[in-house]
């Protein structure tokens, strides 16, 4: 069987949401039998929908803007209607992150808005697939993986004052790396299932 594709797709006004997403390209590659790709959201070109076309799941981000997803990445969303209209991701993963600068910041806001742009592509959403960490507990630590206490997807935070070599933090660039590793292995139990019922 050849390998199972993993595409992150991501706007980043800044540089913050970026670093998320080499995180999910680094999970997703860190897995036998993936291959991962990153793309730009805001580059619509041949390219970019022929990898996603190509994609056995893709990973959606984008920073929180005004309490949802980035007017960029919304015209990227918007700008998949004929591939909604045909099926074309039908059947695909998808799984989603998304950063902000308040620790809370509206974030869960946007991955549910991410869930449901999945939903009407009829896409198969993948959870993070983690327990919360951070202060849910007295113990939790900043350096928990998932200190933000996401489920549907990796929340990031970065502080407006800081740059993107500095923020997110560690961990919350190592939760994105779960989801893409998270991602990936769905993917290739996804495809090696649907091979076995299609034999
Ligand atoms: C137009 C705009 C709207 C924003 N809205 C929010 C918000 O609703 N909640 C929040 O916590 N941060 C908000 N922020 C802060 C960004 O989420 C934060 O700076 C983030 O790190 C930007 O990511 P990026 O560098 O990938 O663009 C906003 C920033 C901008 C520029």
Do not use: C
Request: glycine share 12%.
């Amino acid at each position: 069987m050849s390998d199972v594709r993993v595409s992150v797709v991501f706007h980043s006004g800044y540089g913050h949401t970026a670093r998320q997403a080499e995180a999910a390209v680094r999970g997703a590659e860190g897995t036998e039998g993936v291959r991962a790709s990153l793309h730009d959201a805001t580059v619509l070109d041949e390219g970019l929908w022929s990898a996603l076309d190509a994609a056995d799941a893709i990973v959606f981000g984008t920073p929180t803007y005004m309490g949802g997803v980035s007017a960029a990445f919304q015209t990227f969303a918007e700008a998949t209607s004929s591939i909604w209209q045909r099926r074309g991701w039908q059947g695909k993963l998808a799984a989603g992150f998304t950063n902000s600068a308040g620790t809370n910041g509206n974030k869960d806001t946007v991955l549910s808005a991410l869930a449901v742009f999945a939903a009407q592509h009829g896409m198969v959403w993948v959870p993070l697939g983690l327990l919360p960490g951070g202060e849910y507990s007295s113990r939790g630590h900043r350096d928990d993986l998932n200190r933000l206490g996401g489920f549907t997807g990796a929340m990031a935070q970065s502080s407006s004052d800081l740059g993107p070599d500095l923020a997110p933090a560690d961990s919350d660039l190592r939760t994105a790396e779960h989801l893409g590793a998270q991602v990936a292995k769905a993917a290739l139990r996804f495809e090696h299932g649907r091979a076995a019922v299609m034999a």
